[in-house]
């Protein structure tokens, strides 16, 4: 299982940005297909972006436009850009990993990101 280690959460106001990192432990970091879940309390968990081993990316359509997911395989990190941020953003944010034909994900712990004025 890859170790994934993320930072970059915090408060911030609507409107704002900010840039999340994710940090993973295995230097294989290029075959894994890589992303984005968040979790509001009492809510399920939402898949926000995914970014393959290729880099072709997906987004959940609230999103789209003003977050952007990437990766950089040479620092085993992928990041998501958040741009534009609304309340409705607030969550705890998750990274993941998926080794090709892997049935789960691998979670991070978590960074809680706050939009409020």
């Known amino acids: 299982q890859v170790q994934l280690v993320e930072s970059g959460g915090g408060l911030v106001q609507p409107g704002g940005s900010l840039r999340l990192s994710c940090s993973a432990s295995?230097?294989?970091?290029?075959?894994?297909?890589m992303g984005w879940y968040r979790q509001v309390l009492g809510k399920q968990r939402e898949l926000v972006a995914t970014i393959s081993t290729g880099g072709s990316t997906r987004y959940t359509d609230s999103v789209k436009g003003r977050f952007t997911i990437s990766r950089d395989n040479a620092k085993n990190t992928v990041y998501l850009q958040m741009n534009s941020l609304k309340a409705e953003d607030t969550a705890v944010y998750y990274c993941?990993?998926?080794?090709?034909?892997?049935?789960?994900?691998?979670w991070g712990q978590g960074t809680q990101v706050t939009v409020s004025s």
């Open positions: 993941v990993a998926a080794r090709p034909l892997a049935a789960n994900w691998d």
């Open positions: 295995e230097s294989i970091f290029k075959i894994y297909t």
